[in-house]
């Protein structure tokens, strides 16, 4: 099983969250890469669309696996496994810290501007990434939600790891992934066209 792009990988995941058209859901795509898989779920399922700010705290020399995860609201979630097993000194996660922190704000001012949040009290919320490898940045969305007191936070990608839906489950009210493979190497993996998006495309979808 492979998904031709995000947008088609929203398509399925949306069709896997269909009962929740009734609650007049809260899309929250996670930019950039969770942004058009929420725009194709919105379509799918209705509701209002717009995002949730994190920033992946990766290991210096491998980028895609999270050492933890920065939200807006100052939340902060480490991932002792992977800081264990890495070796990653504190030095080098402050700075990487450090430039998230900065990349965050960055993406704050371009991506959402003078427009402000939609509020996410007594919604039903779906919080959408494009997939989940250690789950740590899905974490940090789920509690940032969870500060506005929402009435419900659903968690939902195309392709997760195993562990990585288990631990979101520790957060999200329910999780819904249609695809967990046995072994997953990189969430890329699960798509034939995965390319980086650029601040331009996430602000077209959101228009």
Known sequence: MMY??????????????EHLRD?????????????????????VIGGDLDILLVRKLGVPWQPELAMGALGEDGVR?????????????????ASIE??????????????????GRIPLRGRTVVIVDD????????????????????????????????????????DADEVVCPWVPRS???VGTAYHDFHQLDDDEVTVLLR
């Open 4 to 17: 031709t792009d995000r947008a088609s990988a929203g398509r399925a995941l949306g069709a896997r969250l």
């Open 98 to 115: 450090d430039d998230e922190r900065a990349e965050l704000e960055r993406r704050k001012q371009v991506l959402r501007g003078a427009t």
């Open 131 to 170: 997939g989940m490898a250690t789950g740590a940045t899905v974490v940090v969305a789920c509690r940032v939600a969870r500060l506005h007191q929402p009435t419900r936070i659903v968690a939902a990608v195309p392709v997760s790891s195993a562990e990585a839906v288990q631990r979101v489950a520790e």
């Open 184 to 186: 997953l190497g990189g």
């Open 77 to 93: 979630v480490l991932n002792p496994d992977v800081l264990s097993h890495t070796g990653v000194s504190p030095q080098q996660l």
């Open 23 to 43: 609650s007049n859901p809260l899309v929250l795509g996670l930019p950039r890469g969770g942004v058009p898989v929420a725009a194709a779920v919105r379509a």
